[in-house]
């Protein structure tokens, strides 16, 4: 028997293509990982649609939580083989977490991460130190996410935690696929370090102010604001893209992937309604972006 609450939801399609939906379009803000590729090879179809979407006038704006400034995210996408004809504009959480690095000045960080994220420095006159130094911790993921998880952290989290550091997550995504396999990021320890009784501020969706660089990273390139209802954002993340778009006042379509369903799970209405119990939905769902 359907429940009284699931009976109020407003349905969601499942659909195959995404042309209906870009009439009226002028801008989509597209989700990378688990979107346009999987951290190892592009999504042919995704690309595909990206580009036929260019090719009706609209733009194609990458909306990431990468924990790297923009010119890197381009960079890594040339590596993973996503071509430059099937975007027009990067905005990521490494673009939104420098402005937060930059109000707090030259004070010492306790950087959590990989090295490959150090470019969310380059430029901001940052020191990086151990924790009994630092001001504050910049998380952008995990050493090494191949093999470790946020248990591998709780003693430094309880150190970072005695001595009251205000902790920036650079990616509040908590885990991503790669490759088939899921990893852990930011979002997992910035998790761990709030249920210690950490401060954290996040960067990068669901949170509004990376929404605020992309509408004007779009104003910047029509030459006036796009209105919201002629924007479609489109991601894998439930709380990250979908309710982030809600919160910026956007619809939103969402693509299946293996960061909420595990391998092998039907992709219905009853998924869905599991996704999404409550009054924020997407408008559409797709197994993957395709035109």
């Not at 989700?31 to 194609?60: K, L």
Request: one cysteine or more.
């Amino acid at each position: 028997m359907q429940s009284s609450s699931a009976a109020h939801l407003v349905p969601v399609p499942i659909i195959s293509s995404i042309a209906p939906l870009a009439a009226g379009k002028d801008a989509w803000l597209v989700d990378i990982w688990g979107v346009m590729h999987n951290g190892v090879s592009p999504f042919v179809a995704a690309v595909q649609a990206c580009r036929a979407f260019r090719d009706t006038g609209g733009t194609v704006l990458l909306l990431s939580n990468a924990p790297r400034p923009a010119a890197s995210v381009a960079a890594q996408l040339d590596r993973i083989g996503v071509p430059r004809d099937a975007w027009d504009v990067i905005v990521s959480s490494g673009d939104a977490a420098r402005a937060f690095i930059a109000k707090r000045g030259a004070e010492p960080v306790l950087h959590l991460g990989p090295e490959r994220d150090l470019p969310i420095y380059d430029g901001l006159g940052v020191s990086l130190v151990p924790v009994d130094e630092a001001g504050c911790v910049v998380c952008t993921g995990l050493f090494n996410d191949e093999v470790e998880t946020a248990d591998d952290y709780a003693d430094i989290l309880a150190r970072c935690r005695s001595r009251a550091l205000p902790m920036l997550c650079a990616n509040p995504d908590i885990t991503v696929e790669r490759g088939g396999r899921i990893v852990y990021c930011a979002g997992a320890l910035a998790r761990a370090y709030e249920a210690m009784g950490g401060d954290v501020v996040y960067a990068g969706k669901p949170h509004l102010p990376v929404y605020e660089m992309a509408f004007a990273a779009l104003e910047q390139r029509h030459g006036a604001a796009v209105p919201r209802e002629r924007l479609l954002a489109i991601g894998d993340g439930a709380r990250t893209d979908i309710d982030g778009a809600a919160a910026a006042g956007i619809a939103s379509v969402y693509i299946a992937s293996a960061v909420h369903l595990r391998a092998g799970a039907a992709f219905d209405a009853a998924a869905i309604d599991g996704l999404f119990p409550g009054p924020v939905r997407p408008v559409a769902a797709m197994t993957g972006l395709a035109w």
